[in-house]
């Protein structure tokens, strides 16, 4: 055979091989990013004033035709007899359940105290409840299995440390907290694989989860210019500017389009 | 290519052949040495099965292990060596924990399997390469148990999950070739070989044209595999397919229409034929189920687990089948007539 078709082939693997390095497949684009990059430094403020503090609430909706629910086959494991929908885009009557709110900017260089209650995963019917949990950094997080089954606990973080704990049924809960903040951080089952939720790890108290209404409320803020994010684990994250002054009480809100 | 006389060297009996080998071969050749590719071994058949038992339980191993990744049930069982803290309990067999738990009975079968096969082969078998080859089967399935392990312990990397994925391969392959080797028909056969005494160092186009063809499957298989752990896109694993289908076409077709007559080559040539249009059409399905409906599945759905696993199986298959076609182009293609055996295994009965 000819020399150079011998080359030719051999380049035409090893460009496959290069071109293919170059390029790393990222499946959690759509699941907004870290805020800490974003955040611009702001001068250190005074402690906020509870008699001054605003509020800002609303309605998040989901635009266009609701998709029809994604159901999930529980036949692998006979423990498992809970609801067997999916939860990526959860909209009734065009309210969209699920969707994470928070401070994205504004607060500038404050800091918040983490606080001594824990918030609670559960593991019950073989799906996590809730679907979308907010935490602030360092909070502690207690993890119960209410299923007469094993599950896994398996977040798989950028930014923070990655574990994966086994929980038989009945057994103590496990806690865990996570040390830096994290924007729709991934938490799945690997026994049972349509097991998935999101936590959302951020330093203020500022934020909320839509529930089944789509309403939202972020209460004590201090007057101030706020970006107010809006991220929904498939859509992604939208923003809207909010001007609030002393004891204000506004309403903001957000459609998301699939 | 200059031409060449050809000279039948029966494998038994071989006195008739060395004396041809010797004839052809002209001055250069004048001693009655056996050639290289002609070393008479009584079969055992005993070890022979063992070796394809072997390779079947390593071809049942790559299914169980690529249900586990098709599952996405690879850290079902957090913790290793142990299972949930066990070294022996069967812990209950649901959701993922099913997929990887028999992936890892299996495997240590395998591996249990492959002590005895380099053991066996080491005291039955008298050529001291087939020893080594036994020896390096039991590294690869040490090393591929460490690896599987590791990416257990750091949770899926690809890089690691890819080298489990193509380490496993290379393995079968070996196991498969001592399937090979220690079979009837290798150590039986008459082989048709060509001796050149015009060009000691001439090229053997069809035997390097085999090599790359093996060249070229290991990469697709290691893009595909760096694919399938999220290590890469997928767009050069389906590039290189059209590669690898272009010159396994080219090599079988060339191999059927060079040795026609001869079993041991035209089998596998057919099969490698066979089995790439298999995987061509696996490959197609696959990306259909897996990237382009299956992207926004809540869970692994049935279409997609087959699928990929099939291909998965046919790619094992077609990998070993092209390695069975190498050495057997090997041993049918021209031979130069200084490749004797060597002094030391000289006593082997010839042809």
């Not at chain 1, 101030?224 to 994010?229: C, F, K, M, V």
């Not at chain 2, 390096?136 to 080298?163: H, K, R």
């Not at chain 2, 496993?168 to 082989?191: H, K, M, S, Y």
């Not at chain 2, 041993?331 to 060597?342: A, G, K, M, Q, T």
């Amino acid at each position: 055979m000819n020399k150079k078709l011998w080359a030719a082939l051999f380049l035409l693997c090893l460009l496959g091989l290069l071109a293919g390095c170059s390029k790393k497949e990222n499946t959690n684009e759509e699941q907004g990013s870290s805020p800490s990059s974003e955040v611009k430094p702001a001068p250190a403020s005074a402690p906020i004033d509870p008699a001054t503090a605003a509020r800002v609430s609303g309605t998040v909706t989901f635009g266009g035709t609701t998709p029809k629910g994604q159901k999930i086959d529980m036949s692998q494991d006979a423990a498992c007899k809970g609801n067997n929908m999916a939860e990526t885009i959860v909209a009734n009557d065009g309210k969209l359940a699920n969707v994470f709110v928070y401070v994205k900017e504004g607060l500038g260089d404050r800091t918040f105290d983490t606080p001594k209650d824990s918030t609670t995963i559960d593991q019950k019917g073989c799906q996590y409840h809730p679907h979308v949990l907010a935490v602030m950094t360092g909070q502690n997080i207690e993890i119960k299995n209410d299923d007469d089954t094993t599950h896994n606990i398996h977040p798989t973080p950028k930014d923070n440390r990655e574990w994966n704990e086994s929980q038989p049924p009945k057994a103590a809960p496990i806690e865990k907290s996570f040390a830096r903040e994290e924007i729709m951080l991934p938490v799945k089952c690997n026994q049972h694989p349509w097991m998935k939720m999101y936590v959302n790890v951020v330093k203020s108290p500022f934020f909320a989860v839509t529930g089944a209404d789509g309403k939202y409320e972020i209460k004590g803020l201090p007057p101030g210019n706020y970006t107010l994010a809006f991220v929904q684990e498939k859509m992604g994250e939208q923003t809207q500017k909010v001007t609030l002054a002393a004891k204000d009480s506004k309403t903001v809100d957000q459609g998301f389009k699939p | 290519m200059p031409a060449v006389p050809r000279a039948s060297c029966p494998r038994s009996g071989g006195r008739d052949a060395r004396q041809r080998a010797g004839g052809d071969a002209g001055a250069t050749q004048t001693s009655e040495e056996p050639l290289l590719k002609a070393i008479a071994i009584p079969y055992n058949r005993a070890h022979h099965r063992f070796a394809v038992f072997a390779a079947s339980a390593t071809f049942l191993l790559i299914v169980a292990g690529a249900l586990v990744t098709s599952n996405d049930a690879g850290l079902s069982v957090p913790d290793w060596p142990t299972s949930f803290g066990s070294l022996y309990k069967i812990p209950r067999l649901v959701g993922g924990v099913k997929f990887e738990h028999t992936h890892r009975m299996i495997a240590q079968f395998v591996g249990f399997l492959s002590i005895i096969l380099a053991a066996w082969t080491g005291r039955a078998d008298p050529r001291r390469w087939m020893k080594w080859l036994g020896v390096t089967a039991l590294g690869l399935v040490i090393a591929q148990g460490i690896l599987g392990g590791l990416t257990v312990l750091f949770y899926l990397p690809p890089a690691i999950s890819s080298a489990h994925a193509a380490l496993a391969q290379t393995f079968f392959c070996v196991v498969v070739l001592i399937a090979l080797f220690t079979g009837r028909n290798w150590l039986e056969e008459i082989p048709q070989v060509e001796i050149r005494h015009d060009q000691n160092d001439a090229p053997r186009p069809l035997f390097t044209l085999s090599l790359l063809s093996v060249f070229v499957l290991y990469v697709q298989l290691v893009l595909g595999a760096m694919f399938r752990h999220h290590g890469l896109s997928w767009w050069p694993h389906v590039l290189n397919a059209a590669t690898v289908a272009i010159v396994l076409a080219w090599t079988s077709i060339r191999a059927l229409l060079r040795y026609s007559g001869i079993d041991s080559v035209r089998r596998p040539a057919i099969t490698v034929l066979a089995l790439m249009i298999a995987q061509l059409y696996l490959g197609f399905v696959a990306f259909l189920t897996r990237v382009a409906w299956g992207h926004d599945a809540v869970q692994p759905e049935l279409p997609m687990v087959i699928s990929t696993v099939a291909h998965v199986a046919v790619g094992a298959l077609l990998l070993a089948t092209t390695a069975v076609l190498a050495v057997e182009v090997w041993r049918h293609s021209p031979v130069s007539v200084r490749e004797h055996i060597p002094g030391r295994e000289r006593k082997a009965v010839a042809a």
